[in-house]
């Protein structure tokens, strides 16, 4: 199986063409694969031909390949990609007027365990390299005509895997996502999300060049978020939260607190009133989701009054949205990854 050049930054490109090419063709190979961008080396015309020749002898570019696309209704598209190994992964296409939303996955499977996600059913498969996680926007953003660096594009690392388990590859692919001589998206429209593995928020805000953070909360209490959400065990909500008001926010930066509604079990008036004392001394704002029901869920969906009434209790005291579902026709929702055909999942 050749090697993916997709993935590697200019030094590593530097160093598989050894001291025998000059330093500006890793510069032109980089230039390629992230900004042209090129999903054959033959489409390298920067580069000499029989340099392109050597190099294809050994590598490739490692796009994953669309395997199926499912078109939603709402415009919204879930692509199931598959990788050079023959696993898969899925990515969804969000479009709207101002802007288009890419999520993408950054691991195969999931191990957090989150009662309420399809994805969590899956486990844990392995994780996705750096190349394999830009890889989706490419393929994406190639499917639906839209140029990186000129089209406004959004990034939510927010699909299969919990991200800060595959830290290393996680900030890589942040890194030649967001360098403007690589895909060139500004780091204000890339975002990761993850459960709370609290060790690695702080490694995270460390990074040099990084995401924003969103923090999937879901619960009022230490006690309801262990029945939802089994890694609380092992990162206690209290510990979670005092890392997040800790956090190295930039000046124009946000924390991003998620809270998926389950009718009964987390969306009361009280939780809501527990949820504004939890943050009343970050600086964040809240993104409320009606839980996106799926086949071995056990939980429902509030009434869209119940989420309204959570909305105006924390709208007094910070930032509360509603984020809209898009897609639950063909299982692209948030936590209704789990590669199923739409038909199977019916």
């Known amino acids: 199986m050749p090697e993916a050049l997709l993935g590697k930054d200019v030094a590593d490109l530097r160093e598989l063409l050894g001291s025998g090419e000059r330093p500006y063709r890793a510069r032109q ?3 390629a694969l992230y900004r042209q961008p090129a999903r054959e080396i033959e489409e390298i015309t920067t580069l000499p031909a029989g340099l392109r020749r050597e190099l294809a002898e050994r590598y490739c570019v490692g796009w994953p390949r669309i395997e199926q696309r499912f078109d939603s209704v709402d415009g919204t598209r ?5 990788l050079a190994d023959g696993r898969t992964v899925e990515a969804v296409y969000m479009p709207e007027q101002v802007r288009h939303t890419f999520c993408i996955s950054t ?14 059913l899956m486990g844990l498969e392995r994780n996705l390299s750096a190349g394999e996680i830009v890889g989706q926007v490419l393929v994406l953003a190639h499917d639906n005509r839209l140029e990186l660096g000129r089209d406004r594009v959004n990034i939510v690392m927010m699909g299969m895997g919990e991200p800060l388990l595959n830290l290393d590859n996680v900030l890589k692919a ?3 996502l967001m360098d403007p001589d690589g895909v060139g998206i500004s780091p204000r ?5 993850t459960v709370g593995i609290t060790p690695k928020i702080v490694e995270l805000g460390q990074a040099e060049v990084r995401p924003k953070l969103a923090v999937s909360l879901n619960a009022s209490s230490q006690e309801q978020r262990l029945r939802l959400m089994p890694v609380a065990r092992k990162y206690p909500l209290d510990e979670l939260l005092e890392v997040c008001r800790t956090y190295p926010l930039r000046p124009w930066e946000r924390l991003t607190f998620e809270y998926v509604l389950l009718k009964g079990a987390n969306d009361s008036e009280a939780d809501a009133r527990a949820v504004v004392r939890l943050l009343a001394r970050i ?4 993104n409320l989701i009606a839980l996106n029901p799926g086949p071995g869920i056990p939980f429902e969906t509030p009434e869209p009054e119940r989420v309204l009434a959570f909305q ?5 005291s910070m930032p509360c949205f509603i984020r809209k579902p898009r897609g639950r026709d063909i299982y692209a929702a948030c936590g209704q990854l789990r590669r199923m055909s739409v038909e199977a999942a019916a």
């Open 312 to 316: 105006r209790i924390l709208r007094r």
């Open 107 to 120: 691991q195969v499977g999931c191990p957090a365990g989150c009662k309420f996600c399809l994805t969590a």
């Open 189 to 193: 429209r890339v975002t990761l999300s």
């Open 78 to 82: 879930r692509y199931l990609l598959r």
């Open 283 to 286: 600086k964040c704002k809240v």
């Open 29 to 31: 190979l980089y230039h």
């Open 174 to 176: 942040s890194r030649l």
